[in-house]
């Protein structure tokens, strides 16, 4: 019903820069939130970012916040994440991920695209 594509990981140093893209597929009409998450080896997951689709509210993990950046152009059905400041500790798999309206989970979910922070 919806497909997300992640792309834009790589290796980066601290205090580097590095955008993250997820391109939505399929039933994008059925869609009110994006969010992206991210995982560490031996950890759970967090939350990082979520946008809405309508009114672009914006929600941000306390680790993160003031250092990354969510944004959507809707033309393109695409949510960004611009992540500056990078830390080690920003080294995860990102996953990004999709909630129906009227529904509070996120149903569909990216394959992940890993970022790698050198020190």
């Known amino acids: 019903q919806v497909q997300l594509v992640e792309s834009g990981g790589g290796l980066v140093q601290a205090e580097g820069s590095l955008r993250l893209s997820c391109a939505a597929s399929?039933?994008?009409?059925?869609?009110?939130?994006m969010g992206w998450f991210r995982q560490a080896p031996g950890k759970e997951r967090e939350f990082v970012a979520a946008?809405?689709?309508?009114?672009?509210?914006?929600a941000y993990g306390d680790s993160v916040k003031g250092r990354f950046t969510i944004a959507t152009d809707n033309a393109k059905f695409t949510v960004y994440l611009q992540m500056s400041a990078l830390k080690v500790e920003d080294t995860a798999v990102y996953y990004c991920?999709?909630?129906?309206?009227?529904?509070?989970?996120?149903?569909?979910w990216g394959q992940g695209t890993q970022v790698t922070v050198s020190s």
């Open positions: 991920a999709a909630k129906r309206i009227g529904v509070n989970e996120y149903e569909y």
């Open positions: 399929g039933r994008t009409g059925s869609l009110s939130t």
């Open positions: 946008i809405t689709w309508r009114g672009g509210f914006t």
